[in-house]
């Protein structure tokens, strides 16, 4: 089965400075990997999907992430941190069968 | 566009009442999926329909908990009677058939049930 680990469960960061949020994931076949933002009363929004091709794939808000294969890994990055982008952030492995697993989520505070 | 919509927004109701929640996916999407969203489970997936058939309910907690979903519009998730556990934010979301591998969801801005 798969599943999908968030080491973080909070991370804090100062405005302007850069992010990293970890993800590491298992699954038997090639990934299908997402990363979502959740902020506070709303539903989660994707920020960036990795299918297949370049293991650096570009999102929205500034937000990048890079797979890598030999380390299980699906990390969020972005070079500058801005106040708005507190929120929480799920990584999710989907499947064949439609259906995606997410992990616990990472708390992102921003220290003015 | 229009997303996914749910609604009510919030409820509030007394333990031992029926709740139910409704879900109006993204049209043209096939899948339908119900999650439940707490500070100590985190979001669990309850059930997911594929083209209106539930495809997997294993995430329903309990026989008090039931989903179904009519037409390709439209879809409930249903509590009776409901407990104070179930205190929490309901989520559908929507995505469309897979072309290639797996699409990403489509998330409503969700229902927050509070159970006195």
């Known amino acids: 089965a798969q599943s999908v680990t968030q080491p973080d469960i909070h991370i804090t960061v100062s405005e302007g400075a850069s992010l990293e949020l970890r993800c590491n994931y298992s699954?038997?076949?090639?990934?299908?990997l997402f990363w979502y933002v959740q902020s506070p009363g709303q539903g989660l929004q994707l920020l960036l999907k990795y299918f297949s091709g370049d293991t650096l794939v570009q999102g929205i808000k500034g937000f990048e992430a890079e797979f890598k294969r030999s380390q299980s890994s699906f990390n969020l990055r972005k070079p500058s941190v801005h106040w708005s982008d507190a929120a929480e952030y799920f990584c999710a492995v989907g499947t064949n069968a439609g259906k995606s697993t997410f992990g616990d989520g990472t708390t992102l505070t921003v220290k003015p | 566009d229009a997303g996914v919509i749910q609604s009510p927004r919030h409820e509030v109701t007394e333990m031992g009442q029926e709740v139910t929640l409704r879900c109006k996916p993204i049209?043209?999407?096939?899948?339908l999926f119900w999650y439940r969203q707490t500070m100590m489970r985190g979001l669990e997936l309850l059930i997911y329909?594929?083209?209106?058939?539930?495809?997997?309910d294993s995430g329903m907690p309990e026989d008090r908990f039931s989903a179904k979903m009519p037409n390709a519009s439209f879809s409930t998730l249903k509590i009776q009677p409901s407990e104070p556990r179930d205190s929490a934010v309901y989520f559908c979301?929507?995505?469309?058939?897979?072309?290639?591998?797996?699409?990403?969801?489509?998330f409503g801005d969700g229902t927050r049930l509070s159970i006195l």
């Open positions: 699954y038997g076949a090639t990934p299908y």
């Open positions: 329909f594929n083209n209106n058939v539930p495809i997997d």
């Open positions: 979301a929507s995505s469309p058939d897979r072309v290639s591998g797996n699409q990403p969801q489509h």
């Open positions: 049209s043209g999407h096939d899948y």
